[in-house]
Nanobody, 119 residues
Framework: QVQLQESGGGLVQAGGSLRLSCAAS????????MGWFRQAPGKEREFVAS????????YYADAVKGRFTVSRNKVGNSVYLQMNSLKPEDTAVYYC????????????WGQGTQVTVPS
């Protein structure tokens, strides 16, 4: 079964950039979509960005549109989140998730990686 592992989180000053990576192990992912979510302290987990695996269409939350970019490698076993112009409100644990074929929602989740943007 495919497992997901995020990396690339850290502390960055406001206005800076980070690139998160999500590596799929246990096989090459070929499902419906892969996405990024985040959860800030005291808040519910929220959608950030996603990519449809067939065709590569991308979707973004309004809060990150124009600043974040989701992409994948050609092999199909990694997805990335390039985050630019970071703001303190972007501080959260970021999770990678995958929706397998036949699933109605994201059904594989990584452990998360912390992103901190001090105010």
């Amino acid at each position: 079964q495919v497992q997901l592992q995020e990396s690339g989180g850290g502390l960055v000053q406001a206005g800076g950039s980070l690139r998160l990576s999500c590596a799929a192990s246990g096989g090459t992912f070929s499902g419906v979509a892969m996405g990024w979510f985040r959860q800030a302290p005291g808040k519910e987990r929220e959608f950030v960005a996603s990519m449809r695996w067939a065709g590569g269409s991308t979707y973004y939350a309004d809060a990150v549109k124009g600043r974040f970019t989701v992409s994948r490698n050609k092999v199909g076993n990694s997805v990335y989140l390039q985050m630019n112009s970071l703001k303190p409100e972007d501080t959260a644990v970021y999770y990678c998730a995958a929706q397998r074929q036949g699933a109605t929602k994201y059904d594989i989740w990584g452990q998360g990686t912390q992103v901190t943007v001090p105010s």
